[in-house]
């Protein structure tokens, strides 16, 4: 147990501090990001993806491999069904210019890379290479000229963007550790106390972290999907999927060989079993998570290619696969 939240106040209290710390700071950050620009794709993916490293780096700090890799996979997930779904029943989701939608089958790509890796059973850093190319790749094709972006005001505060996103930061940050230790100590105390014997610290950060990272994104996405423009969320949620396979998983699989480093003064010892310094794939995670984003990227094919459209019958159904996965990695046992 990384803290005891029963001696001050609660377990389950400071849990949800840190969950509406985060839901805050995404919408800090969108506020400050998007105000001037609110139909930048990239900067509403940067926005939700910030608080969401900062969940990852913070349980990779506490030595939770399977938490950070959980957050990452629970935050895509609901972004891909959850966040869509909801969005699609605003408005018709796809369609957009071919610069964006030439970006959409990448992320089919990223998730089987990480499907693959985990038959390794460890997170290895070819696989972190791997990820890290196709995002240096995806950055070159990533552009944004002035001169398609509507300056609209949507927001309107006239608040210095700086100061959202400082704001947007530190509740980042400090909602993230409160929730990664929330995660961590909830199963124990209820365990304890005769209750959720299935309930794990994986789970609930999938299911619950991932959910307040993501869902502020629905009403800002809203807005401009009924303004016309539904491939501007549409976009900004595979830009944040992107982010989190191409830059958050590759931060876990080399972490091990760079705390490696920085624990022996000789640098890396060929002569060091490698396992000893490999992080374990999550097997859960695995199971569930990467063939639950997979099938979702998988239909982003045929919207990147202009051939369909997420209606609201289409967002019924995301929204409610991704109430079944919460049910799923909150009730069946991560030992599975």
């Not at 995806?138 to 505060?157: A, G, H, N, R, Y």
């Not at 639950?292 to 045929?302: D, E, G, N, R």
Request: proline share 6%; charged share 10%.
């Amino acid at each position: 147990m990384i803290f005891n939240f029963e001696s001050k106040f609660g377990a389950t209290s400071l849990f949800v501090t840190g969950e509406v710390a985060l839901y805050m700071s995404v919408l800090l950050m969108v506020r400050g990001l998007c105000r001037r620009k609110p139909l930048s794709p990239g900067r509403r993916a940067i926005a939700g993806a910030i608080p969401t490293a900062m969940v990852v780096l913070s349980a990779m700090i506490c030595g939770r491999a399977d938490v950070a890799m959980a957050v990452i996979f629970g935050a895509s997930v609901s972004v891909m069904a959850g966040v869509t779904g909801l969005l699609a029943v605003a408005a018709p989701l796809g369609g957009g210019p071919l610069k964006w939608r030439r970006v959409w089958p990448f992320l089919p790509v990223a998730a089987l890379l990480i499907f693959m890796g985990g038959f390794h059973s460890v997170l290895h850093w070819k696989l972190g290479l791997a990820l890290v190319l196709e995002g240096l790749i995806l950055m070159t094709m990533w552009t944004e000229p002035p001169d398609v972006i509507d300056e609209t005001e949507i927001t309107p505060s006239a608040t210095n963007s700086w100061l959202w996103l400082v704001a947007g930061l530190v509740l980042a940050v400090g909602g993230a550790w409160v929730a990664v230790q929330g995660s961590c100590d909830l199963p124990e105390f209820y365990r304890a106390r005769g209750g959720a014997a299935s309930m794990s610290a994986e789970g609930i950060a999938a299911a619950m972290i991932g959910a307040a990272l993501t869902l502020p994104l629905v009403e800002t996405g809203r807005q401009i999907a009924r303004m016309g423009e539904p491939w501007v969320p549409m976009t900004a949620n595979l830009g944040m999927v992107l982010i989190n396979l191409c830059g958050l998983v590759p931060i876990v699989c080399f972490w091990a060989y760079v705390k490696a480093v920085f624990q022996n003064s000789h640098g890396l010892q060929i002569s060091m079993p490698e396992h000893i310094l490999l992080s374990a794939f999550p097997m859960p995670v695995w199971r569930i998570d990467t063939v639950a984003l997979m099938l979702l990227a998988l239909l982003q094919v045929p919207i990147g290619q202009n051939k369909w459209q997420i209606g609201r019958i289409g967002g019924c159904l995301l929204m409610f696969v991704y109430i079944v996965y919460m049910g799923v990695t909150l009730i069946l046992p991560r030992s599975w």
